[in-house]
């Protein structure tokens, strides 16, 4: 489904590489996290493969079920199926948030061809959307992400997420900020969106997060690489020894 | 920094190529020669065929002129204004104050047409309701060129016409008005407008009468280095009723133009005025040059009892804008508003905002004030709240947000608040958001283009202010806001 390949980027306008040749492949139906300590390069790769522009691309491509992301704008990969759900999601002000999911649904369904949404059918599949989330309807009148707590943006991270349908899912550092009962409604709504045709790439610095969305792959990455990868263990082995060996290793 | 830096750069081209009003009218004018005398005042009130007093009035208001100073204590810097090299008075040739459109020069109703401000009453009234009619004074330079659907009005016993007109033909109403909201003195501007204002409109609205339209004012500024100082005056007499809109353009020129034009309300009791304004004056190029100085005092007085004066303003125009229509509530249980847009981009400057003076028992006001600044613009609201101290139980609700979009720009709010009696309750709300270039990723991240995302965030936030307007004007308006802004990250 996803596939990377080679992919080495610096920040635009530093001669700081980033990336350094990355390789990785997420398959349909598979949640695959990476792991790696602060400053790995994890983040600018989410970014990159959302395609922020702060970013050049030196070597290398991306492909979501064959097509070329690097070619396209942000909102059109949106539109082919990749969703990010922040570290920090950010305030719109001045626009509820049911004004802006109902854009975002519709400028999407307009981007692939499809028609828009009917008012009364977005309506329900919001609210029961919501509902399972703990959302309240007051939130959805909000400005959106204005004044919520931490706990509350990830949420509505996971409410567009579930509304949006991608393909490909990059969740990053979703755990942050989060207490325990709010990472656990968190990783629910992930959970309950697992799909044969769906992947995820789940970024994350600490193993607690993957005790609840359980990972079928686990990738360390270090210097802009990915480094070693395995299966779920792996998350344990990293959670007991750090990652001071990897930082050698690359 | 792609994404809003490529924002930034087209908001900063926009004014250059986008301004679709400024294009020129070839006509012939009569004008005299560029420079203020007594003698230009003199010649302003014969070619009006003013009376003596109004001649007095304006000589007067010309001697005290000379004595002032231009103000500075706003946060706009321009180059001094050199009033010596300023044409006041422009009419075309084909006549000052025709009788029909036939006698209009058909350059003028081309210009009309050009800008979509329809003046042929058949064609308004083709597929037009009674109820969304609008009837309009346009002025053209330094005269107005025509008044529609004054029959009907004058059928309602409402005045509408030309200050020129109602200075001959309602000398008692006009001498009994004029300049009662703002004194002749007021301020160096409204003075300078006392002594060489040319035309504007002139509104009464008998007791009791709701006005069966809504009444507009269209003007326009197209001779070249030519002053424009438009008067206007508005009077909503017991238990009356009147909706006004006045729309403003200009072609694009090298040159800074002035345009100080001086407007008045009044309200008596149970009376409501509500006066909404469309500004566009040309902003200017990127760097900032020509474009209109727009340096206007505006104010109402809500004279009677229960009256309510009612301020809406969408300003995307003008080099230089400092106005602040404000409300004088001296009436007991008087209530005035003031709805605001003011966008900014390239290197326009703006410093607007209100004055809510409350005399009267149990007044009450509302200011809600938007400003967006893009490019390199400085946007500044200044708003003032006073209770008299015989004002009891007076009523302030304000709110002030800055919509910043790149970050070259500037917002700045300074609002003074004075309550001289105990019983007075005002309320302050202010706020600062940015558009920046991570917000923008946020909303492509979720499938909006750039264009869309900047018109869902410029939306969202003047939407409380556009429901104002009269329907089909909010249209309109959000129309330009859109093209200011989201037409430029296209």
Redesign the interface.
Known sequence: MLEIRNLTVKI??EDKQILNGLNLTVNAGEVAAIMGPNGSGKSTLSYVI?????YEVLDGEILLNGENLLEM???A???AG???A?QY????????TM??LK???N??RK?RGEAELLTPDFIKQVNAAADKLGINRDMLRR?LNVGFSGGEKKRMEIL?MAL?APSMCILDETDSGLDIDALRIVADGVNALRAQNRGFLVITHYQRLLDHIVPDTVHVMSKGRIVRSGGKELALELEKNGYAAYSEAA | ???VQETIDQVKSIDVTEYKYGFVTEIEMDKPAKGLTEDTVRYISARKNEPEWMLEWRLDAFRRWKTMTEPTWSRVNYPPINYQDIYYYAAPKSGASPQSLDEVDPAILETYKKLGIPLREQEILAGVAPENRVAVDAVFDSVSVVTTFKKELAQAGVIFCSISDAIQEHPELVRKYLATVVPVTDNYFATLNCAVFTDGSFVYIPKGVRCPMELSTYFRINEQNTGQFERTLIIADEGSYVSYLEGCTAPKRDENQLHAAVVELIALDDAEIKYSTVQNWYPGDAEGKGGIYNFVTKRGDCRGKNSKISWTQVETGSAITWKYPSCILRGDGSRGEFYSIAVSNGAQQVDSGTKMLHLGKNTTSKIIAKGIAAGKSDSTYRGMVSAHRKATNARNFTNC?S?LIGDQCGAHTIPYIEAKTATAVFEHEA?T?KIG???M??????????E?AVA??VN??VKEVLQQLPMEFAVEAQKLITISLEGSVG
């Open positions: 635009a306008d959302a395609g922020k522009e702060d704008e942000a909102d990969r949106a539109a990749i969703f990010l922040f999601p950010l305030e719109i002000p001045g626009v509820a004004t802006f854009a975002a649904m400028a999407q981007a400005p567009q949006l | 920094m792609a994404a947000d919509l706020t958001s270039e991570d917000q990723f946020y909303c492509q991240q979720r499938g909006l283009s750039e869309e869902l965030i969202g936030f």
